[in-house]
């Protein structure tokens, strides 16, 4: 029906509409994806780097513990050097897993949109502050689904954590067996294991949350017919405008051919569909130039002007087809071409009783 063709979306967006969409910052993205791959990296970098920061707990305990810092807790001099000397271990502690969750951070935005800088999703919007649209959009059916979204994402995980602690059940009930040092290894050992299994499962719903963020936005940007058209007229241009800069381009050739082919010492043409002004003036240049040529109704009007100024026209069609094809106007011909014009311009000479350069 008509009105299917003006108001359905059944169109593929176009690759405008996805740059125009791109250059707003509606793109898909998932925030769970996000945070899965930024909690199963800071739970990899823990495990690396979780000894050293034991340790550098250890120094810093000991620093503040041992008074070294703080001779004389009432002078503000020695409490900031404490406090400096321990903001500057747990610092070192600190930044190697802060770094690395942040490099994370950033290549999991790049690997869901690449490289994207636009500051208008930041511009503040009066029509977001309603709190009658955030009504509707908290009870709309895209906010139904992203909260049926989070509550299956929290049941899964809640499951998976569930299973894992009751397969490690034994473990822990173990525990109480062990000495300090052991009991704290292997309870580090049981909540690291539990730690990765639970990321390894958010990082899953992270991928799966993403392509269905690039399906949903795919279908948000798709395009009735109507609007599939309209975007090509704005790519190609309006007609009437289109029309118009033809008419004016047409007219400034024209204009050229009436002052340049007057020039010309012959017409080499084709006979019908090419013609091919060439100039000859042996004291300022090296080879016969072409000041214009034209095809079909251009042709036809070279020929016109020619005859209006009793320029010679010779009919040559491989010569006029080459020429054509090789040479643009204000250029020189190539010395390929030499010996054939340079027997028409001897032809022309000839008839003209002008004497050959």
């Given at each position: 029906?008509p009105?299917?063709?003006?108001?359905?979306?059944?169109?593929?967006?176009?690759?405008?509409?996805?740059?125009e969409?791109?250059d707003?910052g509606?793109?898909?993205?998932?925030?769970?994806?996000?945070a899965?791959?930024t909690?199963?990296?800071?739970?990899?970098?823990?495990?690396?780097?979780?000894?050293?920061?034991?340790?550098?707990m250890k120094?810093l305990?000991?620093?503040?513990?041992?008074?070294?810092f703080?001779?004389?807790?009432?002078?503000?001099?020695d409490v900031w050097?404490?406090?400096?000397?321990?903001g500057?271990?747990?610092?070192?502690?600190?930044?190697?897993?802060?770094?690395g969750?942040?490099?994370?951070?950033?290549?999991?935005?790049?690997?869901?949109?690449?490289?994207?800088?636009t500051?208008?999703?930041?511009?503040?919007?009066?029509?977001?502050?309603?709190?009658i649209?955030?009504?509707?959009?908290?009870?709309s059916?895209?906010?139904?689904?992203?909260?049926?979204m989070?509550?299956?994402k929290?049941?899964i995980?809640?499951a998976?954590?569930?299973?894992c602690i009751?397969?490690?059940?034994?473990?822990?009930?173990?525990l109480?067996?062990?000495?300090?040092?052991?009991l704290?290894?292997?309870a580090?050992?049981?909540?690291?294991?539990?730690a990765?299994k639970?990321?390894?499962?958010l990082l899953?719903?992270?991928?799966l949350?993403?392509?269905?963020?690039?399906?949903?936005?795919?279908q948000?940007?798709?395009?009735s017919?109507?609007?599939?058209?309209?975007?090509?007229k704005?790519?190609?241009g309006?007609?009437?405008?289109k029309q118009?800069?033809a008419?004016?381009?047409?007219?400034?050739?024209?204009q050229r051919?009436?002052?340049d082919?007057?020039k010309?010492?012959v017409i080499?043409?084709?006979?019908?569909?090419?013609?091919?002004?060439?100039?000859?003036?042996?004291?300022?240049?090296t080879?016969p130039?072409?000041v214009?040529k034209g095809?079909d109704?251009?042709?036809?009007?070279i020929?016109?002007?020619?005859?209006?100024?009793?320029?010679?026209?010779?009919?040559?069609?491989?010569?006029?087809?080459?020429?054509?094809?090789?040479?643009?106007?204000g250029?020189?011909?190539p010395?390929?071409?030499?010996?054939?014009?340079?027997?028409?311009l001897?032809?022309?000479?000839?008839?003209s009783?002008?004497?050959s350069?």
């Open positions: 029906m009105g299917d063709d003006f108001g359905e979306k059944t169109e593929a967006p176009t690759p405008r509409r996805l740059q969409a791109r707003e509606q793109v898909a993205k998932s925030q769970d994806f996000t899965g791959l909690l199963l990296g800071a739970v990899v970098l823990l495990s690396i780097f979780g000894h050293q920061m034991l340790a550098g120094v305990i000991q620093t503040m513990m041992s008074g070294s703080t001779p004389n807790a009432t002078r503000a001099g050097r404490l406090w400096e000397v321990a500057t271990l747990a610092v070192k502690m600190v930044l190697p897993v802060a770094l969750v942040m490099v994370l951070a950033l290549v999991a935005g790049f690997l869901q949109v690449g490289v994207l800088v500051f208008k999703p930041l511009m503040p919007k009066f029509s977001k502050l309603s709190p649209s955030g009504f509707k959009n908290l009870f059916m895209r906010g139904l689904m992203r909260l049926g989070s509550v299956t929290v049941a995980v809640s998976v954590a569930a299973v009751k397969w490690d059940l034994p473990k822990v009930l173990a109480i067996h062990l000495d300090a040092a052991a704290l290894a292997a580090s050992a049981l909540v690291w294991s539990l990765i639970i990321a390894a499962v899953i719903l992270g991928l949350d993403l392509a269905y963020q690039k399906w949903q936005n795919h948000e940007m798709k395009m017919k109507q609007e599939v058209k309209d975007e090509f704005r790519m190609e309006d007609p009437m405008i118009r800069r008419q004016v381009a047409k007219q400034i050739a024209m051919l009436r002052q082919v007057p010309a010492d080499v043409t084709n006979p019908t569909h090419f013609a091919i002004a060439l100039q000859y003036d042996g004291t300022k240049m080879a130039k072409v214009a095809a109704m251009l042709a036809m009007r020929r016109q002007i020619a005859v209006q100024h009793n320029i010679p026209i010779v009919e040559r069609p491989p010569l006029a087809r080459g020429l054509y094809r090789a040479v643009e106007v250029q020189e011909i010395a390929s071409f030499y010996a054939a014009v340079a027997e028409i001897a032809y022309v000479y000839r008839l009783g002008r004497k350069a």
